[in-house]
């Protein structure tokens, strides 16, 4: 396989430089870690990396494009990520101090973070982005974009990680009620900021 080592520096820089800048998923898995711990998260964590993963097929194969040149489905599609991430928020403001009752009951899981991963308007920006400004192996569609797509997952998957870690992090600050509510609701008002500004862009 013939690599073009510019392209892929350039490929690799705008790579960590746009997915792991903050956002509607970023933000979601560093709330999630910092209001429900590593552990708890963990799920809602595997449930967007494989959200995410799906999206990338869909968008390297071009599914997406052909989606999106629908009106009434860009509409839609982007109905639905909008109303997830205002689900996600809610939960993560009203998400109660450490030690309180029914805190691990409110997490989300899997099913969460996968509409997390698969409904991310920033997401597809990004994937839509790398696959189209950047040719790492020439003369080889087909390998140029499963070879994108595979960087792209491994690399999404440590920085997601890495978020969900960066959240956890906070967990010390949570014993005391006042600090925890007042986490949550900026994380929560950074989630909708993202959200908002995924969607107008």
Same mark, same amino acid.
């Given at each position: 396989?013939?690599?073009?080592?510019?392209? /892929?520096? %350039?490929? /690799?820089?705008?790579? $960590?430089?746009?997915?792991?800048?903050?956002?509607?998923? #970023?933000?979601?898995?560093? %709330?999630?870690?910092?209001?429900?711990?590593?552990?708890?998260?963990?799920?809602?964590?595997?449930?967007?990396?494989?959200?995410?993963?799906? %999206?990338?097929?869909?968008?390297?194969?071009?599914?997406?494009?052909? +989606?999106?040149?629908?009106?009434?489905?860009?509409?839609?599609?982007?109905?639905?990520?909008? %109303?997830?991430?205002?689900? +996600?928020?809610?939960?993560?403001?009203?998400?109660?101090?450490?030690?309180?009752?029914? #805190?691990?009951?409110?997490?989300?899981?899997?099913?969460?973070?996968?509409? +997390?991963?698969? #409904?991310?308007?920033?997401?597809?920006?990004?994937?839509?982005?790398?696959?189209?400004?950047?040719?790492?192996?020439?003369? @080889?569609?087909?390998?140029?974009?499963?070879?994108?797509?595979?960087?792209?997952?491994?690399?999404? #998957?440590?920085? @997601?990680?890495?978020?969900?870690?960066?959240?956890?992090?906070?967990?010390?600050?949570?014993? @005391?009620?006042? $600090?925890?509510?007042?986490?949550?609701?900026?994380?929560?008002?950074?989630?909708?900021?993202?959200?908002?500004?995924?969607?107008?862009?």
């Amino acid at each position: 396989m013939l690599i073009d080592y510019p392209q /892929l520096g %350039a490929f /690799l820089a705008a790579l $960590v430089a746009l997915v792991a800048s903050p956002g509607p998923a #970023t933000l979601g898995l560093a %709330a999630a870690g910092a209001a429900f711990g590593f552990n708890t998260a963990r799920p809602f964590l595997i449930g967007s990396i494989c959200g995410a993963a799906l %999206a990338i097929t869909l968008v390297g194969s071009g599914v997406v494009s052909v +989606l999106m040149a629908q009106p009434e489905v860009s509409s839609i599609l982007i109905g639905i990520a909008a %109303a997830y991430m205002l689900f +996600l928020a809610y939960r993560i403001a009203t998400a109660p101090p450490i030690g309180e009752t029914g #805190t691990k009951g409110r997490t989300p899981g899997f099913g969460g973070g996968f509409l +997390l991963g698969i #409904t991310n308007p920033k997401g597809y920006a990004v994937f839509a982005t790398l696959f189209s400004g950047f040719v790492v192996v020439p003369n @080889d569609v087909t390998g140029d974009a499963i070879f994108k797509g595979l960087a792209l997952f491994v690399l999404l #998957t440590v920085i @997601d990680v890495s978020w969900l870690v960066a959240g956890n992090a906070l967990r010390h600050l949570f014993h @005391d009620p006042k $600090v925890s509510r007042r986490i949550n609701l900026a994380f929560a008002a950074l989630l909708l900021a993202s959200v908002a500004l995924a969607v107008a862009l």
